[in-house]
């Protein structure tokens, strides 16, 4: 099957000439597409079933519009529906604490957590006027640790200098604490990566956090792995608790299925998009687009 949602919906409601309401014939020729496309995008099925069952809920029955053909107006449903699982717009990093404020970045090795956690400074630092320090809690890499220097001079932005031999909470510890001393309105960690969800991971983030109270927990996963990201969202929400996304690779042929997946699993917004490897390649997250990407 080929085209867009758009166009199939279109293509399959095209036969209904009469006018007056929806029946749940067309609707369920219509969610038949409607599921297609969302497990084509990669959105996880215990997803597809609840949005299905909302799109059916107000599409059963729905006065067709005088000005819309009946896919349109399925279209529209569909559309709204998208928007509301993926929340609301202009979701901020919050900052209402006592100074410094800790923002915990967690994630899997690769999904672009050190890259983000420079964007992230660099944005806190020119938009929002705020000084940020950055530490890396990467005890087994030193590479990442070097990495987060190198961003944070390109940057302009402070990281803490390293000091072989800590643990990662006695880092965070010495970083929040050199935040205060130094005046520093945000302290921003990024915790270590790892391959998989091991347990250690969890547990050594899980330390982290009870010594350092952040006040954002962000997960950094990137798009284009799909369910895999789904996944990795509900182990650290469950293990850690987090308080918003990270979604990176957003400018990858990813279909938007793990943006939706995330955000219906864990309830928790998404606040930030990455878009590119160069550091000023961060956007709010806007859910009308990705429900375009998802509908075509
Ligand atoms: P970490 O292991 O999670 O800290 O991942 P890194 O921050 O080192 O990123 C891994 C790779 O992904 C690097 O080559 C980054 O430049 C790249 N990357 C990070 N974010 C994005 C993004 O939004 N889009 C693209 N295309 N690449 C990204």
């Known amino acids: 099957m080929f085209g867009t949602l758009s166009e199939r919906l279109s293509g399959i409601l095209s036969g209904l000439t009469r006018r007056g309401s929806l029946t749940e014939e067309d609707v369920n020729a219509a969610l ?40 349109q107006q399925v279209i529209k449903i569909v559309n709204d529906v998208l928007i509301d699982t993926l929340g609301g717009e202009g979701e901020v990093i919050g900052f209402d604490a006592v100074p410094p404020v800790p923002i915990l970045m967690v994630g899997l090795q690769g999904s672009g957590k050190t890259t983000s956690t420079a964007k992230i400074a660099k944005r806190l630092t020119e938009r929002n006027k705020k000084k940020v320090l950055m530490a890396s809690l990467d005890t087994r890499r030193p590479a990442a640790m070097e990495q987060l220097a190198i961003l944070g001079t390109q940057v302009g932005v402070q990281t803490l200098p390293i000091v072989a031999g800590q643990s990662a909470v006695q880092i965070a ?37 009870a010594a350092t109270s952040p006040h954002e927990v ?22 850690v608790g987090l308080t918003g ?52």
């Open 32 to 71: 038949r597409e409607v599921r297609r496309a969302l497990l084509e995008a990669d959105v996880a099925l215990e997803v597809v079933r609840s949005f299905t069952d909302k799109v059916r809920e107000r599409a059963v029955g729905a006065e067709v519009l005088k000005s819309v053909t009946p896919g």
């Open 173 to 209: 510890r010495r970083a929040v604490e050199a935040a205060r001393l130094g005046g520093y309105d945000v302290v921003m960690l990024d915790t270590a990566g790892r391959v998989t969800l091991d347990d250690t991971l969890m547990e050594e983030v899980a330390q982290v956090k």
């Open 218 to 239: 962000l997960l950094v996963a990137d798009a284009l792995t799909g369910q895999d990201a789904v996944n990795t969202a509900r182990a650290f929400d469950a293990r």
């Open 245 to 296: 996304i990270v979604l990176t690779r957003m400018d990858g042929d990813s279909r938007g299925g793990a943006a939706l997946s995330m955000r219906a699993v864990t309830g928790k917004p998404i606040k930030l998009v990455g878009t590119g490897e160069k550091v000023d390649e961060l956007d709010d997250f806007h859910p009308s687009r990705v429900a375009n990407r998802i509908l075509g």
